[in-house]
């Protein structure tokens, strides 16, 4: 790669490279056009572009190039890594030669494969320790753990992707984990889950490039505890990355602005349902009493006070080993705040080539929100959090490449509010 384009000059200049994505030598530097591509938090973001090609000999090169699975896509804007994933999908047209290929985000390679040894952490382990170790476990396919119980051979040259792990610890433990075989629970499931109890984190897999040796990198980077995912009366005292240098205004640097909310998941009453208790053994001639299956609840008085109608949601897959009723009315707490009636969600459309540019925020930065609209000001003043000035996060975005480099691109962000994560 070369750095013949200055980052922040308000133009961009793409490059779409293939490298295999077990070994990750580079291959091949494909032309994309009608390119887009996305980020968001937890998920794996996606990729698509077009390709078509008058020589022969270059298609069949684009063959195996953008074999899916097989291959993986890695995007630099002006010579910086800025997406990765694994070739999911292609089509192909022989009367105009052109191919349509879709790529994952390295994080979808977790839900493709499955915990089929049964793994346990005790509650002393870090949280960020057990995300590094599920990593190093399902990129070494179980070698030197399998049995023969568990059918499954390991195959760990064909499992490592090369994904490494922030290093660092969050200081933080959950309750003890233990993923049996015979469930095949995939690593993704439960990383995801793991991370979305109570004083959980986030996480990514961000891209960049080992010039030493030539070659792209994959990380998994974690953020620390979202406001969303405190406990019950905790106040958020973490980083706000991003909330100096975001700036987003409608009128101003927003291009368009749509508002969404509804009530669809939405609830002022939500339960949690937890552990049900064991039978207790039962005397010969008596009836089994089956004991009630422990719930937490939370009920926001704010809202039955002001005439809203009640709304309930259940919780009921992710806590079954959880029994104390404190942490299931805390995990009530938790999931209610977050989903409090209406759900807004806040998609803006920005320059990417105007100040904060692509690859200037990652998502999960917090940025100002700044609105002057009669109609948005009482949507944001009906919920308690109207200001002159709103603190808003980047929970996802998506940007659509143009396919002259003179063009900026155009950005699609979902902004959240702090203690939500819907939207996402």
């Given at each position: ?136 476990i ?36 959950q ?36 010039l ?6 994959k ?28 700036f987003?205004?409608y ?37 089994s009493?089956e ?82 609209d ?16 709103l ?34």
């Amino acid at each position: 790669m070369t750095a013949d384009i200055e980052i922040g000059s308000g133009r961009s200049f793409y490059r779409y490279y293939v490298a295999w994505t077990i070994s990750g030598d580079l291959a091949l530097e494909l032309n994309f056009t009608g390119v887009s591509w996305s980020m968001q938090i937890r998920k794996a973001g996606t990729f698509q572009g077009s390709l078509i090609f008058e020589s022969d000999e270059r298609l069949a090169e684009a063959y195996w190039g953008t074999m899916p699975g097989k291959m993986s896509i890695y995007v630099t804007r002006n010579n910086v890594p800025v997406w990765g994933g694994f070739v999911s999908r292609r089509t192909y047209d022989p009367v105009t030669r052109q191919i349509d290929v879709e790529a994952t985000g390295f994080e979808a390679y977790a839900y493709r494969r499955t915990i089929w040894h049964t793994l346990a952490y005790d509650n002393t382990y870090d949280q960020y320790q057990v995300v590094r170790e599920l990593m190093a476990i399902m990129q070494t396919d179980f070698s030197g753990l399998a049995v023969a119980s568990d059918i499954a051979t390991s195959h760990p040259d064909s499992a490592n992707l090369g994904i490494t792990v922030d290093s660092r610890n969050s200081s933080k433990h959950q309750d003890s984990q233990t993923w049996l075989g015979y469930e095949l629970t995939t690593f993704g499931d439960a990383i995801e889950n793991f991370s979305n109890n109570l004083g959980g984190f986030e996480y990514n897999i961000e891209i960049g490039w080992n010039l030493a040796q030539d070659t792209f990198t994959k990380r998994l980077v974690f953020r620390d505890t979202p406001p969303s995912q405190l406990p019950d009366g905790d106040e958020y005292v973490g980083e706000r990355p991003g909330l100096e240098e975001n700036f987003f205004e409608y009128p101003g640097n927003i291009m368009t602005l749509g508002y969404d909310d509804t009530i669809d998941e939405a609830a002022d009453r939500y339960f949690v349902t937890g552990k049900q208790p064991e039978s207790a053994e039962v005397a010969e001639g008596e009836e089994s009493v089956e004991e009630p299956t422990p719930r937490g609840v939370y009920e926001n008085e704010a809202y039955f006070s002001t005439q809203w109608p009640i709304f309930e949601a259940i919780e009921s897959s992710e806590h079954s080993e959880v029994s104390l009723q404190e942490t299931l009315n805390n995990y009530a707490q938790s999931y209610g705040q977050r989903v409090k009636p209406p759900i807004p969600a806040w998609n803006v459309t920005v320059n990417g080539g105007m100040n904060p540019h692509v690859g200037s925020y990652r998502v999960g930065d917090w940025c100002r929100f700044i609105v002057t609209d009669p109609f948005l000001s009482q949507a944001l003043e009906s919920t308690g959090t109207y200001t002159e000035s709103l603190t808003k996060r980047i929970a996802q975005f998506t940007v659509d490449v143009p396919d002259q480099n003179q063009i900026p691109e155009t950005v699609t962000l979902t902004l959240i509010d702090e203690w939500s994560d819907e939207g996402m």
